[in-house]
């Protein structure tokens, strides 16, 4: 069944999900979210069914704000997904399939996995090639405290602590 909603680009997702047609997307959508459910803590994704977690994959790959790093043996080592957003939007923004805002004053560091301390690093890299706002916006990601996700502010100097970290 599809959803219709006033997002343009959740809407051009769902129905790549539901075209028959379409299996290199459908399987690397189901590929991407077997491996997101595979290394979640269970804080990430809260209580989203795998159809819910399928479509916010599929969402991100349309609107670009998907990276997914392979290893040498081309399984999938890493993902990143994002939303640009503002300073003062929170979980709602993302429980509301609301739209990205390219001018918005924030990066929301929303979904980030990986297998390996160097696959960490090569998603960094990668996120600040494709996203190089990053390096003047707002950053906020989400922790898990006192049993609920609470937004944190991050300062740039949090790509480079991420780089520096050991192998």
Known sequence: MSITTDNELLNLAVA?????????????????????????????????????????????????????????????????????????????????????????????MAFLFSSTTQALKKLVLKFIEKEPDCLHKSLVGSRHRHGEPTKISYKQNIFTKLLKLKD
Request: with cysteine; hydrophobic share 35%.
């Open 16 to 108: 790549a999900l539901e075209d028959t047609t379409n299996l290199d997307f459908i399987n690397f959508v189901d590929k991407v979210t077997d491996y997101c459910v595979e290394n979640e803590n269970g804080k990430v994704f809260d209580q989203w069914d795998r159809k819910t977690l399928r479509q916010l994959v599929a969402y991100h790959q349309v609107k670009g704000t998907l990276i997914v790093l392979n290893d040498s043996e081309r399984n999938i080592a890493g993902v990143y997904m994002w939303y640009n957003c503002d300073k003062e939007d929170g979980w709602s923004f993302v429980y509301n399939w609301e739209e990205d805002k390219p001018r918005g004053d924030t990066i929301f």
